[in-house]
């Protein structure tokens, strides 16, 4: 499943051993999937995980299971929920969450990045640990 409206400011494209649409096409469920999300202007990321589901109507897409996402400039995310605004270009999370790159690693339960401003915040119980040489 690809979603490519230059409206959105973001393409993302889902290959997933299974999608399933509903009689509107409003909505789509996938299942062992590995999203591909391109922002418009912005280091692109894959997410793999176990379910996930895309309203159409709120531009949200949630994803659940063993989230495992790595970035195109060298971040890597664990989770085990994750909440896309493709709209507004946000993520977001109530769940534990690790965030690791080249010289750092955080830890902490819940998360908020906006995609546009490149920024991300852990919410809380954070224990950040940065890397030796950084």
Not at 29 to 56: A, H, I, M, Q
């Amino acid at each position: 499943y690809t979603q490519d409206n230059p409206d959105k400011k973001m393409k993302w494209v889902v290959d997933a051993r299974e999608v399933r649409l509903s009689g509107d096409r409003k909505n789509v469920e996938f299942f062992d999937f590995k999203l591909k999300v391109e922002p418009e202007n912005r280091p692109w990321f894959t997410l793999n995980g176990k379910k996930g589901n895309y309203s159409k109507d709120s531009g949200k897409i949630e994803l659940f299971g063993s989230i495992d996402g790595v970035s195109s400039d060298g971040y890597r995310i664990l989770t085990e929920y994750l909440l896309i605004n493709e709209e507004e270009g946000l993520l977001s999370t109530d769940r534990p969450v690790r965030i690791f790159g080249p010289f750092f690693e955080v830890e902490g339960k819940g998360l908020f990045a906006d995609m546009k401003q490149e920024k991300i915040k852990v919410l809380s119980d954070v224990t950040t640990t940065i890397s030796q040489g950084s």
